[in-house]
């Protein structure tokens, strides 16, 4: 089943003013509620993280200690946009409460938990996450916040579901409560993992003079992703000057060289508007050869082909990054 977009905040009937005004702590900064699982109603946010592309390790088996080590037999590991929030809860509201509230809210999204414990079946899942998770990289500030988990702990309710995302891509969402315990406050522990593809194209390998002409050896023709386009437009961005230079390298080395500058272009949009834009892309890429390294024009043909030779699938975006490309075929 697939998630909703949005779950109701999580309270339960009636609650009283008075244990609100209890939390008389401030709230981590920068922090927000995720639109997919939100707080317990009058708790207050003690710790807030996203990466846009994280690995996290959530268990799904209860941890224990074997030979002096801590291990958690299965850990899962998904991979995409990890969110962690940290949040402490009212003394007069109890863990079981606001566990049940955070089950309920899961059901009622459509997702299948996986795996769950409370309190002693749970096992070594409090040091697993005091040593891996809760006390590391200044997550939290504050000693109130951390004697919420150092002492509510000892009481862990714990669950970890997945599910999937109106786009079809899996969300896995791991809840740690902690009781109120020797006056401490409760506190609450999210993380909330959305599966997605990882943003490509964030380090440059450009290919050098050498390189490239072992490849028109061997294949006849090269690729280059060192040359960039801003979406849908045709002039050559100045981050393309590394591979241009070297293809200028490649040329000024190999005087009898003649090649075919061949645009390609992913299958979004229509065949003819694609073929139009690789078309003036390639032309882009022989006028900086020839106006910047001095490359005569007439050993330079450009070409566009659109989305007609595709060296990979165009159904994901790793696949389409691929098809976009700069290649030059020896004539």
């Not at 080590?69 to 863990?95: F, H, M, Q, W």
């Not at 440059?204 to 072992?214: F, P």
Request: with cysteine.
């Amino acid at each position: 089943m697939r998630v909703r977009p949005l779950l109701a905040f999580l309270c339960c009937a009636a609650v009283s003013q008075a244990a609100f005004a209890e939390l008389n702590v401030r709230e981590v900064k920068g922090g927000k509620d995720h639109a997919l699982l939100s707080r317990f109603e009058g708790s207050k946010m003690a710790g807030y993280q996203v990466k846009q592309y994280e690995q996290a390790e959530l268990p799904a088996s209860r941890p224990v200690f074997k030979d002096n080590k801590l291990v958690v037999e299965n850990l899962l590991k998904p991979e995409g946009k990890y969110t962690r929030i940290a949040y402490v809860y009212a003394k007069d509201r109890s863990g079981l409460e606001v566990f049940r509230n955070y089950q309920a809210a899961i059901a009622k999204a459509g997702m299948k938990v996986i795996y769950t414990c409370e309190k002693e079946a749970c096992g070594a899942l409090a040091s697993y996450y005091n040593a891996s998770y809760l006390l590391r990289d200044g997550f939290m500030d504050g000693s109130d916040f951390r004697n919420a988990f150092n002492a509510g702990l000892a009481e862990p309710r714990y669950l970890v579901a997945e599910g999937k995302q109106p786009d079809g891509s899996a969300v896995h969402v791991a809840v740690l409560v902690a009781a109120p315990l020797r006056d401490n406050l409760g506190g609450i522990s999210l993380q909330i993992v959305e599966g997605k593809p990882m943003e490509t194209g964030k380090v440059a390998a450009t290919l050098n003079a050498a390189e490239m002409a072992r490849s028109i050896a061997s294949s006849g023709k090269i690729a280059v992703y060192g040359v960039y386009f801003d979406s849908d437009k045709t002039a050559v961005k100045p981050e393309s000057a590394a591979s241009l230079a070297e293809m200028a390298k490649l040329l000024q080395q190999d005087k009898n060289l003649k090649v075919h500058i061949v645009g390609h272009t992913d299958n979004q949009g229509s065949p003819a508007h694609n073929m139009d834009l690789s078309q003036k892309r390639a032309e882009s890429v022989v006028k900086a050869l020839t106006a910047d390294y001095k490359i005569d024009a007439k050993r330079l043909s450009a070409k566009g082909v659109g989305s007609y030779a595709p060296v990979a699938s165009n159904d994901a975006e790793p696949g389409r990054e691929k098809n976009r490309r700069v290649e030059l075929v020896k004539q």
